[in-house]
């Protein structure tokens, strides 16, 4: 079983920047597939960005450039550096851990930009 646990988010002016982090539990860290996903109000929970075992990355058209992410296998952390956020950046944003069959999400970050 993974616990996740996201930090990091909160009220930020347009043109501002964050920095989101996810901690895991468990011993699949390091070979897992981790992301970061969001979701606005009456919207679908859409991919932010991706960074497989081997340190690839991936990343949805909206935050190429802005957003990146990174992962620190000695602290079973995920970050996402969030710059240049927009309006419609806002979402909550959850991490999420997928190994095989094994798919885990955290209980969501609220982050809002303020035009």
């Known amino acids: 079983q993974v616990q996740l646990v996201e930090s990091g988010g909160g009220l930020v002016q347009a043109g501002g920047s964050l920095r989101l982090s996810c901690r895991a539990s468990g011993s699949i860290f390091s070979i897992s597939l981790l992301g970061w996903y969001r979701q606005a109000p009456g919207k679908q929970r859409e991919l932010v960005a991706e960074?497989?075992?081997?340190?690839?990355?991936n990343y949805a058209d909206s935050t190429k450039g802005r957003f990146t992410i990174s992962r620190d296998n000695a602290k079973n952390t995920v970050y996402l550096q969030m710059n240049g956020l927009k309006p419609e950046d806002t979402a909550v944003y959850y991490c999420n851990v997928r190994y095989i069959i094994h798919n885990y999400w955290g209980q969501g970050t609220q982050v809002t930009v303020s035009s």
């Open positions: 960074i497989t075992s081997g340190g690839s990355t």
